[in-house]
């Protein structure tokens, strides 16, 4: 089974900062998986990336197979930013959506 | 097409008594996912289906719990005699397996949030 920590667990920030989350896991993969929760519970990914780097807007995920390590990265960071970021690896290593997740990073961006 | 569906999205039930939740997948997703998430946790994976077979379950669905797609579109998780340690948020997600862009990215409901009294 995969293992899949994620620090740090709180993460207090003041707009305009940049922001980076961290996650390792156990088991080699396809694919990691880094999404969204906001209050009320719904989840949106994010990125899923098997190498190297992906940007969507100010969302910079990366990803080091080898090292068993991804991070995701925040730039000018902004207060809608605020939510919940879990980052997610396939169980047995291959599977797309029988995911372990990690415990998620309570992101709070300040005015 | 609307996303993934859940419903209820909140439902509270006393001890005992049974619950079923719905969800309804992207139409064209061949593959849906339960997961159930407690207060300050991630999600943890219960089952998953392929079209109408259930192809995994996780040791955390217990006996008093039930899955079904019956004809490979909406799933139903039945939690019978809930116990109070089944509050949670329940969450269903989709993907497909193959066609070109998107495949194998999961969509996810807004969830159905559990609690027993």
Redesign the interface.
């Known amino acids: 089974k995969n293992e899949?920590e994620q620090s740090p667990q709180n993460l207090t920030a003041q707009e305009g900062e940049f922001i980076t989350i961290n996650c390792s896991y156990s088991v080699g993969i396809s694919?990691l998986?880094w999404?969204q929760q906001h209050p009320?519970?719904?989840?949106?990914?994010l990125f899923?990336l098997s190498s190297g780097k992906k940007k969507h807007g100010r969302l910079i995920a990366t990803i080091n197979i080898q090292e068993k390590h991804s991070s995701l990265h925040i730039t000018a960071s902004h207060p809608r930013d605020s939510a919940v970021y879990?980052c997610?690896a396939p169980?047995g290593g291959t599977s797309?959506?029988?995911?372990?997740?990690?415990?998620?990073t309570i992101l709070t961006v300040h005015p | 097409d609307t996303g993934v569906s859940q419903d209820p999205r909140h439902k509270i039930t006393k001890r005992g008594q049974n619950v079923t939740f719905r969800c309804d997948p992207i139409s064209e997703h061949n593959?849906l996912?339960w997961?159930r998430?407690t207060l300050?946790?991630?999600?943890?994976?219960l089952t998953?289906f392929q079209n109408e077979a259930q192809l995994?379950k996780s040791r955390l669905l217990s006996d008093r719990f039930s899955a079904e797609r019956p004809k490979g579109s909406f799933s139903t998780l039945e939690i019978q005699r809930t116990e109070q340690g089944d509050s949670a948020?329940y969450?269903c997600?989709s993907?497909r397996?193959s066609g070109r862009g998107g495949a194998?990215?999961?969509?996810?409901?807004?969830?159905s949030?559990l609690t027993v009294l």
Do not use: C, D, W
């Open positions: 899949v694919a998986h999404l009320g519970g719904g989840i949106v990914s899923m879990i997610a169980a797309y959506g029988k995911l372990t997740f990690g415990q998620g | 593959r996912y997961y998430q300050g946790q991630g999600p943890e994976f998953y995994e948020m969450l997600a993907r397996t194998n990215v999961l969509t996810f409901g807004a969830g949030r």
